[in-house]
C-alpha cells in the first residue's frame, strides 16, 4: 500500500510569488491534515480537510489556504509568500475521522523563499 | 486548548543506555497521545500512540511509553539505546473536537554515542 505522498519535494520561490503543493493521502483515507515545520516554531497546524470540508484550520494568515478534492487528494496554496514562509510543509492522512486516529505523514515539500 | 511539553530539547546516550524522552501535555478533555520520530529530511513515523486503552503502551522498534494522568506525563523509554535511534522525537496530543489536528511539543534530539 503506497503511503502518502507530497510533490513536489523542494520547491524555491521567489517572494510576492505564490505556490501550489500537492499531497495524495493512503488510499482509502479521507482526512488529510497540513503542519508547517520550521526551526523556530517547530510543527504548527495548518488545516485539516475530511471528505472535502475543512474541518479545523490553525492560527494562519489567510495567504494559506487549502481544499481536497472528491478523491481525497489535497492542495494548499500560500500567496504573496513572505521569507518567513520557508519551512517544511508535512501533510497527514488518516483512516478514520476520530481524534484517536493515528496520522501517517508524508516527507514532505521544502519551500524556500528567496 | 492542549499543549505538550517536551523537557530536554537534546538527549545524549550510550549505545547500549535507557533512553527516557520526557513529555508532560495540558488536555480539557482525555487526551489521546502520540509518539513520533523524524530522521533527516524525512517525515514523522509513529512510535506509538494512547488512547485510553492499557496505559502502557508498546510501540514500534523497542520502545514503549506509559500513560500516568496523575501526573500528566506520557514519558518514552527505551531498555538499551542503538545508533540507528539517533533521531528527533515528537510528542503529540489530540482529543475532543480537535479531529484531525495534532498539537505537538517542540521536539527532543536523541544522540547515540559508540
Redesign the interface.
Known amino acids: 500500500k503506497a503511503g ?1 505522498t507530497q510533490t513536489p519535494r523542494y520547491l524555491i520561490k521567489t517572494r510576492g510569488q505564490q505556490v501550489t503543493l500537492s499531497c495524495s493521502p493512503i488510499s482509502g483515507h479521507r ?3 497540513w ?1 508547517q515545520q520550521t526551526p523556530g516554531q ?4 495548518l488545516f ?1 480537510y ?1 471528505s472535502e470540508t475543512q ?2 484550520k ?1 492560527n494562519f494568515p489567510g495567504r494559506f489556504s487549502g481544499r481536497q478534492f472528491s478523491n481525497s487528494r489535497s492542495e494548499m496554496n500560500v500567496s504573496t509568500l513572505e521569507l518567513g514562509d520557508s519551512a517544511l510543509y ?1 501533510c ?1 492522512s ?1 483512516s478514520a ?1 476520530l ?2 486516529t ?7 515539500t ?1 519551500l524556500t523563499v528567496v | 486548548a492542549q499543549s505538550v511539553t517536551q523537557l530536554g530539547s537534546h538527549v545524549s546516550v550510550s549505545e547500549g543506555a535507557l533512553v527516557l524522552l520526557r513529555c508532560n501535555y495540558s488536555s480539557s478533555v482525555p487526551p489521546y497521545l502520540f509518539w513520533y520520530v523524524q530522521y533527516p529530511n524525512q517525515g514523522l513515523q509513529l512510535l506509538l500512540k494512547y488512547t485510553s486503552a492499557a496505559t502502557l503502551v508498546k510501540g514500534i522498534n523497542g520502545f514503549e511509553a506509559e500513560f500516568k494522568k496523575s501526573e500528566t506525563s506520557f514519558h518514552l523509554t527505551k531498555p538499551s539505546a542503538h545508533m540507528s535511534d539517533a533521531a528527533e522525537y515528537f510528542c503529540a496530543v489530540s482529543g475532543g473536537t480537535s479531529y484531525g489536528k495534532l498539537t505537538f511539543g517542540q521536539g527532543t534530539i536523541l544522540t547515540v554515542h559508540p
Open positions: 502518502v482526512s488529510v491534515s503542519y517547530g510543527l504548527q497546524f485539516e475530511f474541518r479545523n490553525g508535512l497527514a488518516r475521522e481524534s484517536n493515528e496520522a501517517f505523514f508524508g516527507q514532505g521544502r
